[in-house]
């Protein structure tokens, strides 16, 4: 299939590339499909493209890029409209805003996506603990690298227990 798209132009989209939100996103429960596509080579960034609306997309990251105890625990019949299998099939990311000064990027960490990489379902979650931020300012409260840990890659992170 072929989307128009406001940022990237024409998208050639394969159907098994698409990530079906049954309950959309917060703010747009109408646009139920999109795919991820890379902002660059080794970037930490994705894009949440709507399959849609060519109009809208979103920055999508690994919020382990910038706070590495990030980990959400959550009860498997929370996540029933995407049908959680297993764990290792689920990958966590958040919406990050980008205003005009950089400085001020933040991410949504209170609300985060799961996808489940085995159904290509999706959906965004609200921590309902509230000890992460709708807006983690990353610029600036952002977890240094410890000198001797493994870089990241820019895959995903898998940091979700389900109980």
């Known amino acids: 299939m072929r989307v128009e798209t406001a940022r990237f132009g024409p998208l050639d989209i394969e159907d098994e590339t ?5 309950m959309g996103l ?7 499909r999109f795919v991820v596509v ?10 949440l493209q709507c399959v849609d609306d060519g109009d809208l997309a979103f920055i999508i990251s690994d919020p382990l890029f910038f706070r590495r105890d990030y980990h959400i625990d959550v009860r498997r019949s ?7 299998g297993r764990q290792e099939d689920l990958i966590v990311s958040v919406i990050m805003t980008v205003p005009a000064n950089p400085q001020e990027m933040s991410a949504n960490l209170l609300a985060p ?13 609200v921590l ?23 870089e990241r890659s820019a895959a995903p992170a898998r940091s979700i ?3």
């Open 128 to 150: 309902t603990d509230h000890r992460y931020p709708v807006k983690f300012f990353v610029m600036r409260d952002a977890q240094p690298a410890v000198p001797d840990e493994p």
């Open 38 to 47: 890379d902002h660059r080579p080794e970037s930490p960034f994705k894009w």
């Open 18 to 22: 698409i990530f079906t939100f049954p």
């Open 78 to 84: 929370e996540l029933s409209v995407i049908e959680p």
């Open 113 to 125: 996506l799961i996808f489940n990489m085995n159904n290509r379902r999706a959906m965004q979650y």
């Open 161 to 163: 227990s389900l109980r």
């Open 26 to 32: 917060l703010g747009f429960a109408r646009h139920k």
